[in-house]
């Protein structure tokens, strides 16, 4: 360093400048490119490493479980949210297919020939045959008439006698009007089982008495006699049952899964047609009724997965050859492009009933 030989003159002192002193001393002038060289030349000092220390955890603030239950249950929703998004996004951007058809409807009647038996004990489809029972009514009653007037000469010696044909008499009138009381008995028994008269009903006197006897002098005699009815008949239902039972056997013979439409079923009243000479009679029973074809699940699930990736033209010609099908309603949907899903959870096969259905009407007897 070199000194200067100039001194300052002193000056007051200024708190915020030099002080009076600081004019009178000496100055020093440096040589800073000396300066900046021992900057360079002077190792830097390294600062110790500081002492790790154990930082002082602050006290935990104690949580409100209710809080954490909100939170939880919110986390909760967002995730529902997130999931239905991504179904809905996926099932919009995926293909699905909607089929629809209507199965095929069928009317069918026919006049069925059963017979009736009395030693049939029960109703047999196979041999189409129906029991036949009997009914029986009686009835007591009696009469009185006048008896005949004998004369051995006209107006002389005249007394009136019980004779053959006044108790003959009588006993017509009476025996009459019981058959009339017996039939209409039987007649009512018959309604009230719901059966079918077969045959004419059948009358028998099982007792007939007079009194006085024939040969008795009286002005009066009275009759008393018993009656007996008798009719053959079948329930109205075994007939009606057997016919149907017989149309559940055409029904078959259009193939497997065609049912009956319960509703549209209708059957005639039964008719007797006759009776030979063993007692079997013949009866005739109309019946008619829509059959339904129903799709087992085995298959509809068949139906999608050949179907699966085809063309929807493809589709709809295999869904028309398919049984049971009608072609005239097939109907298919596709959501995204003219092609099937490869998925066949993505597609959603529906049968629908028949928006008419046929008329059903029973045939003539």
Known sequence: MQRSEEIATSRPQNPDGFEPNDYASPTVSFDFSNVQAQRIQQPVAVAPAPIPTKPVRPSKARR???????????????????????FEFQSAVMAS?????????????????????LAQSRVDVNTATIPVKTLASSKTGSLT??????CILPGFGCQNLVTSDDVDRISGQLKQNLDGQVSQNLRGQLEGLGANQVGSKVFTTTSSTSDPQVGTESKTVTVTMTEQGQVAYFLKHDAQDLARLLLNQQVQKLGPNYIL???Y?????????????SGLVSIKVAAASLVQYQFPPAQLSGIKNAIKGKK???????????????AN????????????????????IQPINPANYPPVQLPKV
Do not use: C, W
């Open 64 to 86: 409100n479980p209710f809080f954490a239950l909100i939170s939880f249950f919110i986390v909760l929703i967002l995730l529902a949210i997130a999931g239905l998004f991504f």
């Open 97 to 117: 297919a909607n089929i629809s058809f209507s199965p095929q409807v069928h009317t069918i009647s026919q006049v069925f020939h059963i017979r009736g038996s």
């Open 145 to 150: 008439g006048d008896t005949s007037q004998t």
């Open 261 to 263: 439409k319960g509703s």
């Open 265 to 277: 079923t209708q059957i005639g009243q039964p008719v007797v047609d006759g009776v030979d000479n």
């Open 312 to 326: 929807i033209k493809d589709a709809i010609f295999y869904m028309k050859q398919q049984p049971g099908v009608d």
């Open 329 to 348: 309603t097939v109907a298919i949907h596709v959501t995204v492009g003219d092609t099937m899903p490869e998925d066949i959870q993505h597609m959603r």
